[in-house]
Every structure is written in C-alpha cells, then in structure tokens.
C-alpha cells in the first residue's frame, strides 16, 4: 500500500486500536477481538514481546482485510523490524527527526507523537502527515485539541491517551482525523479473563459512537 493509502484507510475507518498484551496469544486474542467488532485496523506495541511476529501473523491471518501497524517505535532498528515483518505504518510516542526521516527513507507513514504547537511545526516542516498528539488527555482532552486546531487547521491529528467511548464525539467534534484508543477499548483484565467478547462488544460500540458522530457533523455542515 501507498503511503496515502495508509492515510485514506485511517480516516475512513477512524479509529486506530492500541494493542499492548503480555504475550503473543494475548495480543492474538486481542486482535481478533477487534477485528469481530468491526475495526479492520490494529497498532500492535513495541511493548508486546516479539512484536515483530505478532505482526506477521495478524498479516498471514489476515491478508489484507485488516491494516496493521507498528507502535511504541523508537529507533530505526525496531523500525526495520516492523516493516520486514509486514507493518504499513509506525507510531512512535514522541518527536524523533532521525526516526522521520528513516520512516521517509524506507517509503512508509509514521505517525510521530507530539504535544506542543513548537513539535506540531517541527512534524510539519519534516513532512509529517498524521500526527499523533499524545498524551491528549492529560493537557485537557477535546479541548486542547481545539485549541491546536487554531492555528494548525490542515494538519490531520490523531489524539491518544484518554481516548474512549464518552469522549470519541467531542474528540471528531473538535477536529480529530482519527482517534487512537487503548486500555479503553483493549482491555486487558478482561483479555487475562478469557473474556474477548467484551472486547468485542467495545468495539462495536465505538465503530457505532464514530459513525454516529460523523454523520451528526454532516448534518450540522
């Protein structure tokens, strides 16, 4: 896939599910999960051992019917990892121009995570075309994502960290191109319990939640 493939998929589906397991069948179950509910999308974490081959079996499960991705990326070498193991797109949790310019270099989206307007005006003069804004809760949610939205009204943001079910309107209200959902949605108590449908049903409901928001702004434009 193109990278502005990539980027279409992410903005038509809208959400991109955060996956940290303890082990590769829990990441396994957890995806699935996700899937069932209705989100062809996954960012499986660094964190998640042997992410790598988490990734590429998700890949030859799921051929091309689910996008999947690369998150808690931090260095080139975990970069190249992901991508010779299938990953289409690389999060990272903060600015790195080295860790850009290698995504650049190797032809695939990275999704870099910053916080303030100075980093906001670092991604974009690097070329960045989503960016991850990250930990958006914890700096006032919805609300300081419309405050960035001021001056930056073409940039595509994906805010994570507190992202969830009773927010996900406000967050697309407030400009959101995408929303990157963790804990929230994946949860792990619920996984380490052997129940997934929970997880499913989660899903569900925020594809539901999304839609319904999307069209209510629609209505309004």
Known sequence: MTIDDVIRRIGEVGIVPVVRAADFDEARVAVDAIYAGGIPIVEVTMTVPDAPAVIREIIKRYKKEVLVGAGTVTAPGEMDACIGAGAEFLVSPGWST????????????????????????????????????????????????????????????????????????????????????????????????????????????LVAHVRAARESAIVRN
Do not use: H, W
Request: charge should be positive; aromatic fraction near 6%; glycine fraction near 12%.
């Open 98 to 205: 080295r860790l850009v310019r290698a995504a650049e270099k190797r032809g695939k989206l990275i999704i870099p995570g910053v916080l303030t307007p100075s980093e906001v005006m670092a991604a974009r003069d690097e070329g960045v075309k989503l960016i991850k804004i990250f930990p958006c809760g914890n700096l006032g949610g919805p609300k300081y994502l419309k405050a960035l939205r001021g001056p930056f009204p073409q940039i595509a943001f994906v805010p994570t960290g507190g992202v969830n079910l009773s927010n996900a309107a406000e967050y697309l209200a407030a400009g959101a191109f995408a929303l990157g959902v963790g804990t929230d949605l994946v949860d792990v108590a619920a996984l380490r319990a052997g129940d997934s449908q929970k997880i499913v049903n989660a899903a569900r409901a």
